[in-house]
Structure formats: structure tokens, C-alpha cells
């Protein structure tokens, strides 16, 4: 009983993080799949030419690598958290940029119940299906 009222605020603080962490990947997560291209994992390994600036091109890309580490973080959360756990980790990596990540992407990506959902996903936006 001691250790409940110690922490009462934390705990209270935790059950809220996790409720908004909760209503915030019911909303995001779809509308970023939405977003993805159809071919998106075909040609994920491209590289993408950037005729940018180049404090533009750092700018967008630290703010890309600031998203992907906040969804996987967010992701592994959920793993324990109510939430879409698995399919946020896959965004978050999705969106930073690292050696190996098309090899983590491949691993995550080529299970079949992983497949059915983006693809479940795409159609409730009324997008087409993925391009594997």
C-alpha cells in the first residue's frame, strides 16, 4: 500500500501515457500507411537523389530520424501498452535512415499476418493494396 501512494502520481502519469500512446497510433498509424506508395517496399533500397539545399537536406533529414526513433520507441512501448506495437516499430524504422535498414525491413516485412494487415489497413483508407 506504501508503494502505491509513493507513486500514485507516476502510475497516474503512465496510465495516461499509455492511453494517449493508445489513441494516437489509432489515428496515425493508418493515415501513415495511407501515405506510403504502393511499391513502397519494392523500392525502399532506392536511393533518393536529394537536389536540396543541403542545410535543408540535414534539416529534413535529422527531423525523418527524429520521427523513427520516436515510433520505434513508441512501438516497443506498446509492445507492453495497449496499441499497434509491431506495425509502429516497422513505421518508425521505415522513416529513419541506417545501414541495414532494408534487411530489417525485409525480416519484418515478408510475414504473411504483417502483409494481410498493412494491406487491411490500405483498403479501410481506401488505398490500394501494397506491391510486395
Sequence with gaps: ???????SLLIELLGLLSMLTFIGSLIAIPWIIG????DYFIHHRRLVERRQHPV????????RNIFGVLFLLAGLLM?????????????????????GKSRIIDFLVC???????????????????FEF
Design 35 to 38: 501515405l506510403l506508395p504502393v
Design 56 to 63: 535543408l537536406a540535414k534539416l529534413i533529414f535529422s527531423v
Design 79 to 99: 509492445l507492453v501498452l495497449p496499441g499497434q506495437g509491431f506495425i509502429t516499430i516497422l513505421i518508425g524504422i521505415s522513416f529513419m535512415d541506417f545501414p
Design 1 to 7: 500500500m506504501d508503494f502505491l501512494d509513493r507513486y
Design 111 to 129: 510475414r504473411p499476418r504483417v502483409i494481410r494487415l498493412l494491406n487491411w489497413i490500405r483498403r479501410k483508407e481506401k488505398k490500394p493494396p
